[in-house]
């Protein structure tokens, strides 16, 4: 059995190899013979949304290409509504429950997705390795699989309710130069970002579903509650962290809660705040800029996330069938090695690895410190040499995800609770 | 330097002037500082005042959203709206005002980013208000709940029995079910009402799911849309909460943040500028202090340095002057050690002092010269007197020049004009000829001096009268060539052959300049020739004519400075010319005088070493239709013969020749030149003439006429060849005349235009005349003149015996009356003898005076005409004929011969 899947699996890759040529003697414009070049409408956020990935893709594919960032609320709104509106969808694992219940999209079949095979086993089983720990929440592994009944499930069934490509783990990022002096013997805890040595100089994204965790993380690594599980959080247990949150607000403990990349990193600069939520690319920008943040690889575990690439459920014929050579073509290997410059993963990593260099691949993916200095996408020495990324590698870190960041039960209520905090 | 008292005060008051601008900008600086602080404090206020009213604003948008959240009321969109608004003009004041960049906003932006969050504010309220507006035309209009349709449709079910009763009631539970969690989601929205809502819908389909019944299948529709429209509802009220709850709570929590940290900001901000202020105005006015303090001590200073180092000083040194003024003896002056002004005074006063000393002194010493200034004055007045008196005696002396120098010159003028009566060779009388002219000229000389004078004083006059250009050449180079001789100067006169023989002008001005002119030539000119060329040229209606005499030498020359000078009067080119040339230097002064006085014009261009050129341009009057002076010259005749080495003939005489024959050379002579009707031969000098000579005169005797052109000779070597050759003979110099009778000769023709040379001589006259003369000579002169005329005279002495005589013996036809004379003038005698009833004697008045006021004034008293002396035969003919009868004897010419 293992033997004749290896087999099968080798197989496949000649297959696609040669695919890949036959693409290549036709001057890699599949979709130019005869008609109009098909158009895929592209909703989603700035974080796969970037204009070298349009243009590469537009370019290897022959297919009109037209993005349609927007704010993760915003976008998630428009797709559940109006299905018609897109063609694929680009977000986080948290908004597949709404989508999928409001039937804005439709199962993609994964043997259309040429590299199936190959996306590694933490969307397939949730365990990048054998010993990880499967992150609290909605871990992607769970809602990946439509289930015969129409009910998303970790039951493999050939269909699947999102492409798994881009994700990662987040935690929160701090300044080292302004790391008191006795946490520096200390491991890096999500504590610190409800330490009262950090008071005043403390922001959070402002989004329920991954804020939310950074507190409660915070909070239960503080010791100042336990949850039963922080992928649900109750209301009961919602009240009790709320009411310390705002306490806490009110003692101006935090500064600000961003709501964009740039603006959590203009609160860094600006030395509004010297630890809060971040995202990876906040944290290269960062570094490029000079400034020491460290994104903390915490004792308790990361908060993970995991991207989606939904085909909406009005999308068929040509575009449809673009649509799947666009999500082909994100699996093919460049478009994993752009991103993985910004810190993310790609789900089948092998197949980017020969488009970095071999210093790239060991910092980002396997955790080592760099020989050289390595640019991020924007051109500007984003790793300096020696750097280790934090957390260690791709399998250590996501072996240690804590929780995915999730549309809990409580989301609506949880929904109110920020809003008292937020305006306490 | 600073000794001067001047500079130290210009010093001190230097100072004070810069305290004061110093003051005064200082004062000014702190006005400005002090206004510019009070108006930051006043903006800082406003701008204080409107970041609170920002916050206030912000709180109230917030609530509104609360308020339309909850009751979804119009008047909180329009409240909102409003805010909106005043927030957005108040962020505009914010950034206009007028310390905004004393905020530094754009450090980290905050305005930009409260604009942005604003932005996103508004947009995301609008989000809320559609979708507020979306879920109540999903639950109001559209029917939200089916309920009731779904109760009638299984009560039908029931009573078709198209299901069991158990099933029916499963679904009755079912759809209670999908209402009871419809609406807990709509009361209080969660995930978990969802979730049993869906569950329930998930159980009635599959119940449904294979019905055929269109009860059944109706329901199930009903369902399914039920289910749609529950979905989007959820949808709207999780993005609606999302958006309220968190990202507009996000961006009112960011905007007040941003809002109290521009409050701190501009607090800061008023703090500071309040502080710079009164720091500032600390300082304005401890500067001001210092100043002031500063300013009061130069100006104390500067008052106790005037007292003692001027005012003190000044007052000693006055009080001196008062002393010494008042005439006290002072024997210490005060400060005369010090250097500046006051040690000048003092010094001055010293000065005074000593000088009041010198001034008694002085005082004596001056009345002693007063008293000899007035002696000197008594004989300087006496001086002047003498002076006066001299200038008178010479002005005398001047006016009786004339009188005494032309009455022996008369003399001169006179003997020979009567020896030229007398037969004599021709050479001898060209002599007297030429002796004669001298004459003439030198009384032109003398002329001359009073010309000067006259022109000078305005009063020469110029006459009109038509002349002969033949007699003015004559003349001219009579004179010219004497002179040239004297010096072996070749002299040469080229004519222009159209040139008007009459003229109508002055003619002894005329010949005045070209004498001058040539005679100054001569004088200057060592060697080489004298070039005297005479063109005109006439105007149209031809009765006036252009001279332009040109007077060229190859003498000594000037340089530009000399040229400058010479027509000075009393000037010669340089002062040793005088010593070298003699001259009165009145020569070329004159001719230009007189040039300008004809409307003429003179040109001089000269070199030094290179020979001198005079052009005077003269306009002249002419009498209508002449012929030119050259222009019936005969041709040479058909086959003439022209020898010449070197062309001494003019060519625009040769041209009149009309010769068509080919120029030989000398040499050719020897050879057999055949016979042609004449020969015209031109030889440069007497040893060629003598060497061809013989050759000539074979010719001669052949028959030919042959005529002989030579350059110009010494007189002898002249003699020499009229004695040696008697054929026509031209030398240079020579008139138009001249050479019209030496072509005449050549070619055997008669010239008709020739003026007869003696056609007064034999006119005798009959009278008998008293001559009023007190002058010896001018007596035996007259008489001369007189009795060659055939007339008989006496003598009277003076104009009494003149009276005298004629009371006692009127026996006399006409009287001759010289005007000064002793004991009785002309004047009165004439005046005495008309009186005495002599009313119709001609009375002819001799004077030396040539001005025409004499003539007018004689007239004026009786005398019937007038004469200038000296008097020439001519002249005195042509007068005593129009009064006397004449008697055509040339016996009696005869007889008066045989009495000389």
Redesign the interface.
């Given at each position: 059995m293992l033997m004749t899947k290896k087999k099968n699996s080798q197989t496949r890759r000649t297959l696609l190899k040669g695919t890949l040529a036959s693409w290549l003697t036709a001057g890699m414009v599949p979709f130019a013979i005869g008609k109009e070049k098909p158009l895929v409408r592209v909703l989603g956020t700035h974080v796969t949304l970037q204009e070298p990935l349009r243009k590469q893709a537009m370019e290897d594919l022959g297919i009109q290409l037209a993005y349609s960032p927007g704010g993760s609320a915003a976008v998630l709104q428009k797709a559940a509504i109006n299905p018609a509106g897109f063609d694929l969808y680009e977000q986080w694992s948290n908004s597949i429950n709404v989508l999928w219940r409001s039937d804005a999209i439709q199962p993609i079949d994964t043997s259309r997705i040429s590299y199936w095979d190959e996306i590694n086993s933490l969307t397939k089983t949730g365990k990048i390795t054998p010993s990880a720990k499967i992150g609290a929440g909605d871990a992607p592994h769970k809602i990946i699989n439509v289930g015969k009944n129409g009910k998303l499930g970790s039951a493999f069934t050939g269909q699947i309710s999102f492409l798994p490509y881009v994700h990662n783990v987040d935690s929160f990022g701090y300044d080292t130069s302004a790391l008191p002096q006795d946490l520096k013997s200390q491991s890096e805890s999500w504590g610190w970002l409800l330490d009262s040595r950090f008071s005043g100089k403390v922001a959070i994204v402002n989004d329920p579903t991954i804020g939310l965790f950074d507190l409660a993380l915070a909070a239960q690594a503080k010791g100042f509650m336990t949850f039963n599980d922080i992928g649900a959080i109750t209301r009961r247990e919602l009240d009790e962290l709320f009411s310390l949150l705002i306490e806490l607000k009110q003692l101006q403990h935090f500064s600000g809660f961003w709501t964009s990349v740039p603006e959590s990193v203009q609160f860094m600069l600006s030395n509004r705040v010297e630890i809060e939520s971040m995202f990876s690319p906040a944290v290269s920008q960062l570094n490029g800029d000079n400034i020491p943040v460290r994104f903390a690889a915490p004792k308790e575990g990361y908060r993970g996330w995991h991207g989606v690439m939904c085909l909406s459920s009005a999308t068929q014929g040509r575009a449809k069938d673009a649509a799947y050579e666009y999500m082909n073509w994100w699996l093919s290997g460049w478009p994993g090695a752009f991103i993985a410059r910004q810190g993310y993963y790609i789900s089948n990593p092998l197949r980017s690895k020969p488009y970095l260099s071999n210093a790239e691949w060991q910092y980002w993916y396997e955790g080592l410190p760099t020989q050289e200095a390595l640019k991020g996408p924007d051109g500007k020495v984003s790793v300096s040499i020696g750097q280790q990324r934090s957390g260690g590698s791709y399998e250590s870190r996501f072996n240690n995800v804590a929780v995915w960041n999730t549309v809990m039960p409580t989301y609506e209520y949880s929904l109110q609770k920020w809003y008292e905090f937020i305006t306490s | 330097m600073f000794h001067s008292i001047r500079l130290q005060l210009i010093l001190v008051l230097i100072v004070m002037v810069a305290l004061i601008l110093v003051q005064g900008f200082l004062g000014r600086a702190n006005e400005q500082v002090l206004t510019e602080g009070m108006n930051n404090t006043r903006q800082a206020v406003i701008d204080v005042g409107l970041v609170g009213e920002l916050e206030r604003d912000i709180l109230d948008l917030?609530r509104n959203v609360l308020i339309f959240k909850e009751t979804a009321s119009q008047s909180a969109v329009t409240r909102f709206e409003r805010l909106m608004i005043s927030i957005t003009d108040k962020i505009d004041s914010l950034e206009n005002s007028t310390l905004s960049s004393a905020y530094n906003y754009s450090?980290?932006?905050t305005l930009v980013?409260m604009r942005s969050h604003l932005v996103a504010y508004k947009e995301n309220f609008r989000?809320v208000v559609d979708a507020r507006h979306e879920r109540n035309q999903l639950i109001n209009v559209q029917g939200f709940f089916v309920l009731d349709e779904l109760n009638d449709l299984l009560a039908q079910a029931a009573e078709e029995t198209l299901l069991p009763e158990q099933a029916i009631t499963k679904l009755r539970l079912q759809t209670a079910k999908m209402e009871n969690m419809a609406l807990r989601y709509l009361n209080?929205?969660?995930?978990?009402a969802?979730?049993q809502f869906?569950d329930a819908v998930y159980e009635v389909q599959s119940m449904l799911q294979h019905e055929t019944n269109a009860t059944l299948q109706s329901m199930s529709q009903q369902v399914d849309a039920l289910n749609?429209r529950f979905?989007?509802l959820?949808?709207?009220?999780?993005?609606n909460?999302?958006?309220?709850?968190?990202?507009m709570?996000?961006?009112?929590?960011?905007f007040l943040?941003l809002s109290r940290e521009l409050a701190d900001l501009v607090n800061s901000q008023t703090n500071a500028v309040n502080r710079k202020t009164q720091k500032a105005a600390q300082e304005a006015r401890l500067n001001g202090e210092i100043y002031s303090v500063i300013a009061i001590v130069l100006a104390m200073a500067f008052a106790i340095f005037t007292v003692k180092r001027i005012l003190g000083p000044i007052r000693s040194i006055t009080d001196v002057f008062n002393r010494l003024a008042d005439g006290d003896d002072v024997e210490v002056l005060p400060e005369l050690r010090r250097k500046d002004e006051i040690g000048k005074l003092a010094r001055a006063a010293s000065v005074f002092k000593e000088k009041n000393a010198q001034t008694k002194k002085l005082l004596e010493e001056a009345q002693t010269l007063n008293r000899q200034q007035e002696k000197l004055n008594s004989e300087l007045a006496e001086s002047k007197l003498k002076a006066e008196r001299a200038t008178a005696s010479k002005s005398m002396f001047l006016a009786n020049m004339s009188h005494e120098i032309r009455t022996p010159l008369n003399g001169i003028i006179g003997l020979m004009e009567l020896a030229h009566q007398q037969p004599m060779s021709a050479m001898l009388k060209d002599y007297l000829d030429k002796a004669s002219y001298s004459s003439q000229i030198l009384l032109n000389v003398i002329n001359d001096i009073l010309d000067f004078s006259k022109i000078e004083a305005g009063k020469l006059e110029l006459e009109k009268v038509s002349f002969s250009v033949h007699s003015i050449l004559d003349n001219l180079l009579a004179v010219t060539s004497l002179r040239a001789q004297e010096k072996n100067l070749s002299v040469r006169l080229v004519v222009d052959p159209s040139l008007p023989p009459r003229l109508i002008g002055d003619p002894l001005r005329l010949s005045q300049i070209l004498m001058n002119l040539c005679t100054n030539a001569v004088k200057f000119t060592q060697q080489g020739e004298i070039t005297i060329d005479i063109k005109s040229l006439l105007n149209q209606k031809g009765d006036n004519v252009v001279l332009r005499i040109e007077v060229l030498d190859t003498g000594i020359g000037m340089t530009q400075g000399q040229i400058d000078r010479i027509f000075q009067p009393f000037t010669q080119a340089d002062g040793s010319t005088n010593r070298k040339f003699g001259g009165s230097g009145l020569g070329l002064t004159i001719v230009k005088q007189l040039t300008e006085l004809m409307s003429g014009k003179l040109r001089v261009s000269s070199k030094p070493d290179d020979g001198t050129t005079f052009v005077v341009t003269l306009p002249m009057g002419v009498t209508l239709g002449q012929k030119g002076i050259l222009a019936s010259t005969p041709s040479l005749p058909q086959g003439s013969a022209y020898f010449s080495d070197k062309a001494l003939l003019p060519p625009q005489y040769m041209a009149l020749l009309n010769s068509k024959a080919v120029c030989q050379p000398l040499e050719a002579l020897k050879k057999d030149v055949g016979v042609p009707p004449a020969i015209l031969v031109e030889i440069p000098t007497y040893s060629i003439f003598k060497a061809l000579l013989p050759t000539l005169t074979v010719y001669e005797r052949q028959g030919c006429v042959v005529g002989i052109v030579m350059e110009t000779q010494t007189g002898q070597l002249q003699e020499k060849v009229f004695n040696q050759w008697h054929g026509p003979v031209l030398l240079h110099p020579f008139t138009p005349s001249q050479f019209k009778r030496f072509v005449h000769r050549l070619t055997g023709t008669v010239d008709s235009d020739a003026i007869p040379e003696v056609a007064e001589s034999s006119t005798m006259l009959d009278g008998h005349i008293l001559l009023v003369e007190d002058n010896n000579i001018n007596q035996v002169v007259t008489g001369e003149m007189l009795s060659s005329l055939g007339l008989t005279f006496d003598i009277a002495e003076d104009g009494l015996q003149a009276v005298t005589k004629l009371t006692n013996a009127p026996v006399y036809d006409l009287v001759l009356m010289d005007v000064q004379m002793p004991v009785m003038d002309g004047y009165e005698a004439t005046k005495q003898i008309r009186n005495k009833g002599f009313s119709d004697l001609p009375i002819i008045g001799l004077s030396a005076n040539a001005m025409k006021e004499d003539r007018l004034q004689a007239l004026d008293l009786g005398m019937t005409d007038y004469l200038t002396k000296p008097l020439k035969r001519g002249a005195l003919a042509a007068m005593l004929r129009r009064f006397l009868s004449t008697e055509v004897n040339m016996h009696a010419i005869q007889t008066v011969r045989k009495i000389e």
């Open positions: - | 917030q450090d980290d932006d980013r989000q209080s929205p969660s995930q978990e969802a979730n869906q749609s979905l989007q959820a949808q709207i009220t999780q993005n909460l999302f958006l309220v709850n968190v990202v709570a996000g961006s009112a929590n960011e943040f």
